[in-house]
Structure formats: C-alpha cells, structure tokens
C-alpha cells in the first residue's frame, strides 16, 4: 500500500478547461480583487499551471498578492516542482507583511517539504512564532514523506504538550510513520486516540490506514478493522484487497472482491489490477478470465496497468494466446506491457518467439530497460544459446547499462547457466558492486564446473570483504561437497540456522560424502519436510548406487504426500536400474490416472522409455500409447545416446554427421556430455591427436568424462606421453575419485612403469581412500536379489554357486578364453 498523498490532487493539463470569467476591469484597473479571483478560478480547477502564469502578470503589473490568493500560488509551486518559483515567492515577501501570515507561512513549510528541502521547512517552522494545527500537521506529515519517521513522531509528542489536538491526516502521517518504525504498540496508542476522539467512525481514510499498518503485522486484525469501519470507500477495500495480496492470501483478496460486488460497491482500476495479479498468483486462469471481463464491464479494459496485468497474469497461467491476444490489441504499450510479454514467452517455453519479440521491440525503438535484458538473458540460459546471449550482451553496452547492478548480475547467471565459465568469471571481475547474489552465483557456476575448491576459496573472500552469506551461498557450497574430503568442511555449515533447502543441501551434502547415518538422521529429524526434501534425499540415493533405499523412501512419501514430475522420473530411474518392470508399468499407470499429462513434460516421457527399454521391454519403450513416431522423435532428440552407441561400433563418421546435425539441423547447442561422447568415439578409433585436439577446441570446459574415455585409449594404444597429460588434468577436476587412480596405475603398468603403480598406491592410502566392491542385482516376483563378486549371504548361495561352475564349464567348453590383459593389478590392494 504507498502512502497517500495527504495534501494535493495530480496536476492535469488546463487544455480542456474552462476559460477565466471576463471581468469588468479595464486593462490598467487590474487590482489585487481583480488576480484573486482570476487565481481562485484556476484553483476550483486545477490547474496549477494557470495559477503560475497569472501570478506572474499580476507580479508583471505591480499588483501585490491578497494574503488569501498566496497559498494557493505556493500550493501550486508544490504540486508543480516549481522549486525556484517558490523559492523565489517566499524571498520577494520576506520583508513584507505577508510573510507574518499565518496560512502563507503554513504554506511554505508545506512547499519546501513537498520539494524535499526538509531543513528549510523545519528552520522556518522553528521560527513561527504562532502555529495553528495546520502548521502542525504540515510539518509532520512532511516528516512523514520524506521518511524521518522518528523526526515526525517526536515532533506529534511535542505538539501534544502544547495542548494541541491531532487532527485525522495527522494520524494518517503518523500510522505510516509506526508502521515503516514496526512501532507496534505506538501505533495501537494511535488506533485508540482515533477511537476517543471519533475518527474512525467518521473519516473512512483513518480506518483505511489502520488496515495498511496492521498488515505489516497480521492480515487477521487488519480484516478486524475492515469490518469495524462504518464508512467504506473503494480505497479501505483496495487497501484490505492489498493486505491479502501482500501477504501472499490471494483466496482471500479474490474473495474480499466478490464481496465488494455483492455489496454494491463499484471497483476501481487499482481493484482490478490487484485482483488480476491475485489471479496470476493462484495460477488459476479461468477466474482471471472472469476479471477480464469486468474489466469490460466497468470500463478499465484500455487502462494500460490493467493491460500490462493481464498480459502478465495470462503467461504465468500458461494462455499464452490470450496474452499476446491482450497484448497485440493494446492501443498503447509501455515498456512495461513489452516486458511483460518477453516474460510470458519465457515462462512458457517460447523461447524463439521471446528473443524475436526483443528484436520487434528494437525495430520499432522501443527503448529496452533493464528488466528486458535481464528476462533476455534468461532466455538465453534456458535454451542454451551462448551466441545469443552474446548478441544481448553486445545490445546492453550498446545501451550503456553495463556497469548496472542487476544487468551484471544477470550476465553473470546467464553465463553460468551456459557453462561458459571465463566470460562469467569475466563479468564478475568487471562488477563494480558485488553483492550478495553475484558472489553466490559465481560460487554456484564453480561447483557446477567441479571446481569446489576454487568455490570454497571466493567463499572465504566473500567473508573478507565483509559480505554476509545467506542460505544460498551455503546450498551451493554444500552442492560441491562429494567425497569424504569434502565432509568436515560440510560439518563446518551445519551449525547455522536451518531452513527446508540448507537441510535439504545438508542432507545431500552428508549422502554424497558417504556419511549416509547422519545424513538420514537429519532428515529424518527436519520438522518440515517438503516434496523438494523428499525428491532430493531419493534423488541422492539413486545418484549413488543405492536405487534400492530409494526405492524404499519413495514407498513411504506416498503416505505424506503426493509424487510430482520430479518424484517420478528419479523413481523410474531407479526402476529402470533394478530391472523392476512391475513397479515401472504400475507408476506409468499413475500417471494416466493422475492426468499427469506427458507431452507436458518431456523428461517424464524420456524416462519412461528409458526403463522400458532397460527392463528389456522394447515395445513399450518404442511404442508408448501407440505414439510409435513421436517416441522415435523423442530418441532423435537423445543424441549423447546415439552418440555412444556409435563410439562402441567405431563409426567415426556416423559420429561426426550426428554430432554436426544437432545444431544443423535441429538447432540445438551441444553440451557438455555431447562433446565428451565425440572425445570417446575419436579416442576409441584410435584417433588420440584428433581426440586432443578436440577437447582442445571445446567452446566448454571438459568434464572428468572426456579426459577418462582419452586416457582409456591411451592405455589401449600405448600412448603414454597423451596419457599421462589426460590422467593430470583428470586428477585435478577429481583428485579423490578412486576409479581415476586404478585407470591410471593400470596404464602405468601396462608399460611397466612400475615406481608410478607404487607411488599412486601410496598416495591413495594417504587420502583415505577405497574402491568399493562392484554390485549387481535382479528382480524376482517383485523381490531385490543383490549380490557382489564373493558374496555367500544370499540365502540360496549354495544353489547359486553350483549354477555358475556349470555355466563356467559350458563357456570353456564352447571355446572361451577369458582376457586376462586388463586386471594388471590386484584390486585387493586398493581397498
């Protein structure tokens, strides 16, 4: 709610007013009677610039003011800005006996605070020597708009020692005063003084402010006072519907509106506006469409901020044509209304039509600000396009808002998100004001680019330079925390206040860091556990080998609450690893049941196709509902898939036309994963320096996946010069990852560089670490059957062992000679 202007109306053009009545005077027997009136005339009608202007003919003829006409020339120059006017008024009778008036005096205190010159309003207020009520509330609500709170509620407990009653505007000034203070129990001592001397029943502006000022504090008393008032103008219900909203109630606000309908009440512009954001909170297009159309009914379907509402209101809502039908029948648009379309694209995935609606803008010189860069920007991170968001960065120095806060912190996210990691650390050296968010984001693209050290080391600079971290400085962190090395410095955090995502990042931290008990325990124990929570502990378990507890944890969510796109996809996941066909068909069922509609999501499609396909159930993965094109398409799409399959077939050139028909042809920008795929199938053929010279080129950072598929053919092809430079930068972007090691002393010994086997082995045991044995598993009857090289727990062990001696003598005798030119050394002593 902005606090009312308590003392002027806005200034409007005198184009369509009436002319000043013709006076009976002749030119030169124009007096002070004569002006008077003709000011007073201009006043009635607002026209603050008539005001001036006869001022100054009448200043022209040598016709002092009447003391009457005075105020109304310094309330204009008020209302106007007219600083030097007004300052030039108050010098012209300084030595005058109009300077002694009371009303004048009132007036100028009133102008220069208006004007900002608070000091000069209280130096001549000082020196009044008699002061009326108005006075006092003149320099009080003065206070109060220029955000001296404290100066304007010691100044009202002055005045009540002069035995001075407080009028009801200067209530309203001081009730914004205490709410902008959180002085609570002042601002009761206020309500009750309202109350004692009548105010509330009878100035429905005083009850309006009381509404605003509970709402900073609870929307319940705030509705006790609605209800209480007599007298209800549109603006104490705009202000209660503005409560509700405020407080995140959007039910409410759209109800409070159905009952000023009821009751008679016409709404405003400002109700409509509000109850269309409401709306658009609620994700509820059809009872926006409703407001639309009273919009229609009362005539505010051209207000260009209802508009802007709408278009705004439509996007979120996913009606997407409706809103660029609202925005393309605007008979006037602001960049606001252009803005608030970019972002509807956005929200809905219409990422192409987005960034050509900025060059629509463009075209017809629309001036771009920083909230259209910013949704441009994030465009650009969302559909991965690093030359497009070049472009963008090249329009923003153009339109020299570079060096702007929220511009550079825009950059630095979007670059992020691309994984273009020097032209973010680019922008955030050029910053000139880091806050909070560019530091965290910053720290986020590092551990994103598994450089969790280097993210810990900007952590502790960020401590240096006195900037305080919040909660999601500690996330991202805590998302580089993976490995036992990591987890004291992952404790390190766990002392601070917790909240759902630092237990949730906490909780994450723990599993991947092998300490699954206090993980778990946490929680466990973490009172609100939302479906985030419960999707990233599922998630953490798949992610390390353990589908099973997954599997085990989604069973007893279901009995809290329900499974979202996410829940299902990590399960499916977790189906497709454990080969269990029943469950994976029986959440597929689900997702009929609950309209969880797949075209909807294609993350959800992409899963289901993978376990079908992993359960050896090729038909549903092929051909889900029948959608035999649409699920092939959606394999088109799986390039990285394709991509392997080649580099295990060693078709180089196969290869090479899929990975240059992704962006060709489909215009997608390869990832990461993509490029590591080419590394693998060049490496593979036994194509080193091309593999090399590859990584080299990358537009992105490789990842540990393409110097491990370049070191594994170097061991093939004997190439332990090449070798050795991939196993330097492996260790670097994974120095605690055992398998790195046992890659690498394997290469080593194929050569017999048997000192480097021997040194590896002791730097493992420095650092603590040890492979874990290999774990198979099947599903029986719905049942897990795990099991590892060795093991003797099963039940039917015995059974088992007599069944792969037989399969072992079937195998010789058929003709197999096992390779024993791999295991170059014993895994035993790894552990």
């Known amino acids: 709610m902005m606090f009312p202007n308590l003392f002027f109306l806005g200034i409007e053009s005198s184009m369509d007013l009436p002319r000043a009545p013709l006076v009976s005077h002749q030119v030169n027997t124009k007096d002070a009677k004569y002006w008077s009136s003709i000011i007073k005339f201009h006043a009635k009608h607002k026209n603050d610039r008539g005001i001036l202007k006869s001022f100054t003919e009448m200043e022209s003829s040598g016709v002092m003011p009447h003391p009457s006409t005075l105020p109304l020339v310094i309330k204009a120059c008020a209302r106007l800005q007219a600083v030097e006017e007004g300052k030039k008024i108050h010098s012209s009778i300084q030595n005058t006996r109009l300077i002694r008036d009371l009303r004048i005096r009132t007036s100028l205190v009133d102008f220069y605070c208006k004007c900002g010159f608070v000091g000069d309003a209280s130096d001549l207020f000082e020196k009044m020597g008699e002061k009326d009520i108005v006075s006092w509330k003149a320099m009080i609500c003065g206070y109060v708009e220029n955000s001296m709170y404290e100066d304007a509620i010691a100044l009202s407990f002055q005045m009540k020692k002069e035995k001075l009653k407080l009028n009801s505007t200067t209530m309203v000034g001081l009730l914004w005063a205490c709410s902008e203070l959180t002085e609570y129990e002042l601002g009761q001592e206020i309500h009750c003084y309202c109350l004692r001397n009548g105010y509330f029943d009878s100035n429905p502006h005083v009850g309006t402010s009381l509404i605003g000022f509970y709402a900073r504090f609870n929307t319940k008393i705030s509705r006790f006072v609605f209800d209480l008032m007599v007298v209800k103008s549109v603006v104490s219900w705009n202000a209660m519907i503005s409560c509700y909203y405020n407080a995140a109630e959007f039910s409410e606000a759209v109800n409070l509106l159905v009952q000023m309908l009821v009751s008679g009440i016409t709404p405003c512009s400002v109700t409509m506006l509000l109850s269309i954001?409401?709306?658009?909170?609620?994700?509820?297009?059809?009872?926006?469409?409703?407001?639309?159309?009273?919009?229609?009914?009362?005539?505010?379907?051209?207000?260009?901020?209802?508009?802007?509402?709408?278009?705004?209101?439509?996007?979120?809502?996913?009606?997407?044509?409706?809103?660029?039908?609202?925005?393309?029948?605007?008979?006037?648009?602001?960049?606001?209304?252009?803005?608030?379309?970019?972002?509807?694209?956005?929200?809905?995935?219409?990422?192409?039509?987005?960034?050509?609606?900025?060059?629509?803008?463009?075209?017809?010189?629309?001036?771009?600000?920083?909230?259209?860069?910013?949704?441009?920007?994030?465009?650009?991170?969302?559909?991965?396009?690093?030359?497009?968001?070049?472009?963008?960065?090249?329009?923003?120095?153009?339109?020299?808002?570079?060096?702007?806060?929220?511009?550079?912190?825009?950059?630095?996210?979007?670059?992020?998100?691309?994984?273009?990691?020097?032209?973010?650390?680019?922008?955030?050296?050029q910053t000139v004001k880091l806050d909070v968010?560019?530091?965290?984001?910053?720290?986020?693209?590092?551990?994103?680019?598994?450089?969790?050290?280097?993210?810990?080391?900007?952590?502790?600079?960020?401590?240096?330079?006195?900037?305080?971290?919040?909660?999601?400085?500690?996330?991202?962190?805590?998302?580089?925390?993976?490995?036992?090395?990591?987890?004291?410095?992952?404790?390190?955090?766990?002392?601070?206040?917790?909240?759902?995502?630092?237990?949730?990042?906490?909780?994450?931290?723990?599993?991947?860091?092998?300490?699954?008990?206090?993980?778990?325990?946490?929680?466990?124990?973490?009172?609100?556990?939302?479906?985030?929570?419960?999707?990233?502990?599922?998630?953490?378990?798949?992610?390390?080998?353990?589908?099973?507890?997954?599997?085990?944890?989604?069973?007893?969510?279901?009995?809290?609450?329900?499974?979202?796109?996410?829940?299902?996809?990590?399960?499916?996941?977790?189906?497709?690893?454990?080969?269990?066909?029943?469950?994976?068909?029986?959440?597929?069922?689900?997702?009929?049941?609950?309209e969880l509609a797949l075209e909807q999501d294609i993350t959800l499609e992409n899963a289901l196709i993978v376990m079908y396909s992993k359960c050896g159930s090729l038909q549903n993965g092929y051909g889900m509902h029948g959608r035999v094109k649409d699920a092939l398409n959606t394999f088109s799409q799986m390039q990285s898939a394709v991509l392997s399959a080649c580099s295990h077939s060693g078709m180089v050139e196969m290869g090479w036309k899929i990975f240059h028909s992704m962006s060709q042809d489909y215009g997608l920008d390869p990832e990461v994963v993509h490029y590591a795929s080419m590394v693998d199938l060049l490496a593979r053929a036994g194509q080193l320096g091309e593999a090399k010279n590859f990584i080299d080129s990358m537009p992105v950072e490789p990842d540990p996946c393409a110097w491990r598929a370049l070191l594994g053919a170097c061991r093939v092809y004997s190439n332990i010069e090449l070798a050795e430079t991939a196993s330097q930068k492996l260790l670097e972007l994974e120095p605690m990852s055992i398998g790195n090691y046992v890659l690498i002393s394997n290469m080593y010994a194929a050569v017999g560089k048997w000192d480097e086997v021997e040194r590896l082995r002791l730097e493992i045991k420095e650092k603590g670490l040890q492979k874990a044995p290999g774990l198979s598993w099947l599903v029986v009857k719905d049942e897990l059957h795990p099991f590892m090289a060795g093991d003797v727990s099963h039940p039917e062990a015995e059974k088992i062992y007599r069944k792969l001696i037989f399969l072992t003598s079937e195998m010789i005798e058929s003709g197999y000679v096992p390779d024993l030119s791999w295991p170059l050394f014993d895994l035993e002593d790894w552990k």
């Open 437 to 594: 968010v560019s530091w965290n984001t910053f720290i986020s693209a590092l551990v994103q680019n598994q450089l969790a050290a280097e993210a810990w080391q900007l952590y502790h600079l960020m401590r240096g330079y006195s900037i305080r971290p919040n909660s999601f400085t500690m996330v991202s962190l805590l998302a580089g925390c993976i490995g036992e090395s990591f987890l004291n410095i992952g404790r390190s955090i766990h002392g601070l206040d917790m909240n759902s995502s630092l237990c949730t990042a906490l909780t994450e931290m723990y599993i991947n860091c092998g300490d699954e008990t206090t993980g778990r325990f946490l929680f466990e124990n973490f009172p609100d556990r939302d479906l985030v929570s419960w999707n990233s502990i599922i998630a953490s378990y798949i992610q390390n080998g353990q589908p099973s507890k997954a599997l085990s944890l989604f069973h007893e969510m279901q009995s809290k609450m329900r499974p979202n796109f996410a829940t299902l996809v990590n399960i499916l996941s977790a189906c497709a690893s454990l080969a269990n066909l029943l469950l994976g068909r029986t959440l597929h069922g689900y997702t009929m049941r609950r």
């Open 277 to 429: 954001q409401s709306c658009a909170s609620l994700e509820c297009p059809r009872l926006g469409q409703q407001v639309h159309q009273l919009t229609f009914k009362y005539g505010y379907c051209s207000d260009i901020y209802v508009e802007n509402a709408l278009v705004n209101m439509y996007g979120k809502t996913g009606k997407i044509e409706s809103s660029d039908n609202v925005f393309e029948n605007m008979q006037i648009r602001d960049v606001a209304s252009w803005n608030a379309m970019i972002f509807g694209y956005k929200f809905g995935g219409y990422y192409d039509k987005a960034l050509n609606l900025l060059t629509r803008m463009q075209d017809k010189k629309i001036k771009a600000d920083v909230v259209t860069f910013a949704t441009a920007l994030q465009v650009c991170g969302e559909c991965s396009s690093v030359e497009k968001a070049k472009a963008i960065h090249a329009c923003i120095i153009k339109h020299g808002l570079e060096l702007n806060d929220s511009i550079q912190n825009a950059l630095l996210s979007s670059y992020a998100n691309l994984n273009c990691l020097e032209l973010a650390r680019r922008v955030f050296s």
